[in-house]
């Protein structure tokens, strides 16, 4: 089994503020990916990153692949209360191992 | 496209009755997942299809849990008899391929409750 450990578990900060959260595996993945879930709701894909080094971007959320493809961190600049949720990712080998989790509150 | 569609949304039962949860996937998506989660053990993946044939069922708990896909368009999860423990979310998702790269989209999942 692939395992993936994500850290924090919880992350509280004032809006304005940024964050960076991480995933990490002993293992190496073809590729990862980073969801983010609101309560009452499934997980909704944000990125995939596939090449060792990788980063992506989307608004003021950035992705970033590690070299060896066994790490990956998501960084957020200046977060809003909207950006409150369960941040989870997930690497691909023969099926989709999650992590779980870290769970991120934004106070306004 | 209406997304991946999970019914009921909400289901209470009696210790030993009989559950199915029901999925229907995003039409064209070859590969349908069925996700347990729980705060303890965040999200399991309890089994997969690909072309609705069952590919990897090592997740299933126990053989009170069984899965069927008859179509490309309807999964069921059946839980036969349900325990306490069984209480959970179960997720489905489906996506054009199992292999690695390929998004998921899940469904707003059913939120057990076994009493």
């Known amino acids: 089994t692939q395992l993936l450990e994500q850290s924090p578990q919880f992350l509280s900060i004032q809006e304005g503020e940024n964050l960076t959260v991480y995933c990490n595996s002993s293992s190496v993945f073809s590729s990862l990916q980073w969801y983010r879930q609101e309560p009452g709701e499934g997980p909704v894909l944000l990125v995939t990153?596939?090449?060792?080094?990788e980063v992506k971007k989307l608004k003021r959320l950035t992705f970033q692949f590690g070299d060896a493809r066994k790490d990956s961190s998501l960084h957020i600049t200046a977060a809003q209360p909207g950006d409150t949720g369960l941040y989870l990712c997930?690497?691909?080998?023969?099926?989709?191992?999650f992590g779980a989790g870290t769970r991120l509150t934004v106070k306004p | 496209d209406a997304g991946v569609i999970q019914s009921p949304r909400h289901e209470v039962t009696e210790m030993g009755q009989e559950v199915t949860l029901r999925c229907k996937p995003i039409s064209g998506h070859n590969s349908l997942f069925w996700y347990r989660q729980t705060m303890m053990r965040g999200l399991e993946l309890l089994i997969y299809f690909n072309n609705n044939v069952p590919i990897d069922d090592s997740g299933m708990p126990e053989d009170r849990f069984s899965a069927k896909m008859p179509n490309a368009s309807f999964s069921t999860l059946k839980i036969q008899p349900s325990e306490p423990r069984d209480s959970a979310v179960y997720f489905c998702?489906?996506?054009?391929?199992?292999?690695?790269?390929?998004?998921?989209?899940f469904g707003s999942g059913t939120r057990l409750t076994v009493v």
């Open positions: 998702a489906s996506s054009l391929g199992a292999g690695p790269g390929w998004g998921y989209t």
């Open positions: 990153v596939v090449t060792g080094g």
């Open positions: 997930a690497g691909a080998g023969n099926d989709m191992r």
